[in-house]
């Protein structure tokens, strides 16, 4: 029911930024907790971080916590991510995705809907 693009991706430098978006159409978004997750090659997913349908309430990896902000614009029906102080480490694919879960937490199978990525790729 909900569809989503992820954008933002590219090359940077270690210590950079990056501002990753996830366009939604469909409607539900609004109404409905959202999360970015990541996928390195050969690594498993990893939760990344969440936020709750109005924007009041965000929870964040360990990894993440500091470094990364995640917000979103219902009016616009897109979520952000904020990668501040990159590392090479946080090299992988960014994917953004709706929970169907009441409670925004970090547990993946809460997440029903998918974009299909962006990569970042962060350089030493």
């Known amino acids: 029911q909900v569809q989503l693009a992820e954008s933002g991706g590219g090359l940077v430098q270690a210590g950079g930024s990056l501002r990753l978006s996830c366009a939604a159409s469909?409607?539900?978004?609004?109404?409905?907790?959202m999360g970015w997750f990541r996928q390195a090659p050969g690594k498993d997913l990893e939760s990344v971080a969440a936020?709750?349908?109005?924007?009041?309430?965000?929870v964040y990896a360990d990894f993440a916590k500091g470094r990364f902000t995640i917000s979103r614009d219902n009016a616009k029906n897109t979520v952000y991510l904020q990668l501040n102080s990159l590392k090479p480490e946080d090299t992988a694919v960014y994917y953004c995705?709706?929970?169907?879960?009441?409670?925004?937490?970090?547990?993946?199978?809460?997440?029903?809907?998918w974009g299909q990525g962006t990569q970042v790729t962060v350089s030493s």
């Open positions: 469909g409607r539900a978004f609004s109404t409905s907790a």
């Open positions: 936020i709750e349908w109005s924007g009041g309430y965000t």
């Open positions: 995705a709706r929970s169907s879960f009441l409670i925004t937490r970090l547990t993946q199978s809460d997440y029903k809907d």
